[in-house]
């Protein structure tokens, strides 16, 4: 069956680059999530899409932006990147029942260092 | 958003029937209580999901008591593989989910 998709899955930037990390949800999920796992830490959310639009945000950092495209596929956007935005990025999609039982699928994850 | 609470860490060893509580007292009345499996490196991974009393799957069963403030994720017979965290989370319904503090198991040979 298809998975989430990420890319890319490595990325090493010097402080004060940008980055740009892709997803690719499942084919006909509708809402896409982010999230960011330090070394050692739980999975903190940043932010969430829902057919499109904004539907959440969570611990999302100022210089970070996403949106969500016609194709459902959504980018994370980081700028001026930071020693401590070096983590784990996960992208997780779900399709959405408007009840609550909706199971993400999360990808691999983009490991981003940050040096 | 419901607040779940779950041990830090477990050790079992292999083929032992492990159970892990997660307590979530204030859980809303709509919100169902899922289970993730986290390997390191890997992107956590869907168990199992209820609202109330047993459910049971080919990896897992989730009990339920009826006032819905806590929940028992058992695992039945674990092997080193399933040494990972796992995650009780409350109200993914939402666009909005909250990892708390996972439970790492660690399984002994």
């Known amino acids: 069956a298809a998975g989430v998709i990420q890319s890319p899955r490595h990325l090493i930037k010097e402080k004060r680059e940008t980055a740009t990390l892709k997803c690719y949800p499942i084919p006909r999920h509708d809402t896409v999530y982010w999230y960011q796992q330090g070394p050692g830490q739980d999975p903190q959310f940043l932010i969430s899409f829902y057919e499109k639009m904004q539907s959440d945000k969570g611990s999302i950092p100022d210089r970070f932006s996403a949106q969500q495209f016609s194709d459902y596929h959504s980018e994370l956007n980081m700028s001026s990147l930071e020693l401590g935005d070096s983590a784990l990025y996960f992208c997780?999609?779900?399709?959405?029942?408007?009840?609550?039982?909706?199971?993400?699928?999360f990808g691999p994850g983009t490991r981003l260092t940050v040096l | 958003l419901a607040k779940t609470t779950q041990p830090i860490s477990m050790d079992s060893y292999e083929g032992q029937e492990v159970n892990i509580t997660c307590s979530h007292n204030n859980i809303a009345t709509n919100d169902y209580i899922t289970w993730y499996q986290q390997f390191p490196s890997q992107g956590p991974r869907f168990i199992i999901q209820?609202?109330?009393t047993k459910v049971t799957n080919e990896v897992a069963s989730l009990f339920i008591p009826a006032d819905r403030k806590s929940s028992t994720l058992s695992l039945p017979r674990v092997s080193l593989s399933d040494t990972a965290v796992y995650y009780c989370?409350?109200?993914?319904?939402?666009?909005?989910?909250?990892f708390g503090a996972g439970t790492r198991l660690f399984v002994k040979a």
């Open positions: 997780a999609s779900s399709l959405t029942s408007g009840g609550s039982t909706d199971t993400q699928y």
């Open positions: 209820g609202y109330k």
């Open positions: 989370l409350g109200d993914t319904g939402g666009f909005k989910t909250i």
